[in-house]
């Protein structure tokens, strides 16, 4: 394999590309048969555990009993370094590196794998999560049932480029710094988050006041209704199915656009769009950039607002 054009300066082999199974000790799914859940015992872990950021997220998962552990633990025992690569559902095509202390049950919509020699976990780990190892996903999952599916089988096809160990050691070690950085910059961003919501609060409560740049308080608030300040004011399009296209000139805003922090997400790439057909009889629900827009009740899933 020719070698990413991306590289650090001091490697200069060649890559080599490999099937996934030739590279892997162990490559299987978790347990099939569905176990019978406790209220307390041993942490049985499936696909909504796995995120699209390669974690492993323990927000809500079932408990098995210590009997059926020890049962298939004999098969299907689980390392700290091993990958659990989500195969089923919405959450398809993420892997992350379990390093958790205790025991841990694998359901079936988990793939574990237990690279060999030849790759090191965390670099297999980046790649799959990787948009090349996504594009293999994506390329092999089937509809089972109307639910994303990746068959082991198909799994094992994946073709891994890899380096010698040194270099894969210095990739990993490079983008585990990264991910560390991000997670930093995540947790004040939080915090910020948490620090201006504090503010706002104080600040429209009139527990916090400013002065002005002469140290003097301004003059007390007022209090208006709100429909005092307003130019204009418009309700949403009721949009059925058939009104949606794939894309036009149209956009549609949909509520989840609208977020809890004060901003209005559009994606070019996913975006809503009505025909021009319904925009046009709907033109008392067109904004523009001077409208604030706002989410009044959570009935309809479709947009409250059109865009052009």
């Given at each position: 394999m020719s070698?990413?054009?991306l590289?650090f300066?001091e ?11 030739d590279l892997?000790?162990?490559l299987?799914c ?7 859940y406790?209220?307390e015992?041993v942490p049985?872990l ?8 390669g ?5 809500k998962y ?7 552990h020890?049962?298939i633990?004999?098969n ?9 690569y989500?195969r ?6 993420n892997?992350?590196v379990?390093?958790l ?11 574990h ?11 297999l ?5 990787s948009?090349?190892?996504k594009?293999q ?11 994303p599916n ?19 050691s210095?990739i ?7 991910d ?16 201006k ?10 527990d ?13 608030w ?7 300040f307003?130019v204009?004011h418009?309700g949403g399009?009721?949009l ?5 296209v794939k ?5 549609v805003i949909?509520?989840k ?7 209005l ?15 046009k009889?709907?033109l008392?629900?067109?904004v523009?950039?001077?409208?604030l827009i706002?989410?009044?009740r ?5 947009g409250?607002?059109l865009?052009?």
């Amino acid at each position: 394999m020719s070698v990413p054009k991306l590289r650090f300066k001091e490697f200069k082999d060649n890559w080599e590309v490999k099937k996934l199974k030739d590279l892997t000790e162990i490559l299987r799914c978790g347990i099939a048969s569905t176990p019978i859940y406790v209220e307390e015992g041993v942490p049985f872990l499936s696909a909504q555990n796995v995120n699209a950021n390669g974690q492993i997220v323990l927000d809500k998962y079932n408990f098995i009993s210590e009997e059926f552990h020890e049962k298939i633990s004999k098969n299907h025992e689980l390392s700290n370094g091993d990958l659990l690569y989500s195969r089923v559902g919405a959450s398809f095509g993420n892997c992350a590196v379990f390093q958790l202390d205790g025991k841990y049950g694998v359901y079936v919509s988990l793939t574990h794998i237990r690279p060999n020699k030849k790759l090191l976990n965390f670099f297999l780990n980046f790649f799959l999560n990787s948009n090349n190892g996504k594009k293999q996903a994506k390329n092999g999952v089937f509809q089972g049932g109307g639910v994303p599916n990746l068959n082991v089988k198909i799994v094992e096809k994946f073709e891994i480029p890899f380096p010698n160990i040194k270099e894969q050691s210095k990739i990993a070690e490079f983008l585990m710094a990264v991910d560390e950085k991000i997670a930093q910059l995540t947790q004040k961003c939080e915090l910020l988050g948490r620090y201006k919501k504090g503010v706002m609060q104080q600040i429209f409560s009139q527990d916090l006041r400013f002065k002005d740049d002469s140290d003097r308080a301004f003059p007390d608030w007022e209090e208006k209704r709100i429909k005092d300040f307003l130019v204009s004011h418009k309700g949403g399009a009721p949009l059925t199915p058939s009104d949606f296209v794939k894309n036009s000139d149209y956009e549609v805003i949909p509520k989840k656009a609208i977020s809890s922090g004060g901003k209005l997400s559009l994606s070019l790439s996913e975006g809503t769009f009505c025909s021009e057909k319904f925009f046009k009889n709907n033109l008392k629900s067109v904004v523009d950039d001077s409208y604030l827009i706002t989410t009044l009740r959570d009935l309809v899933p479709s947009g409250p607002s059109l865009i052009d």
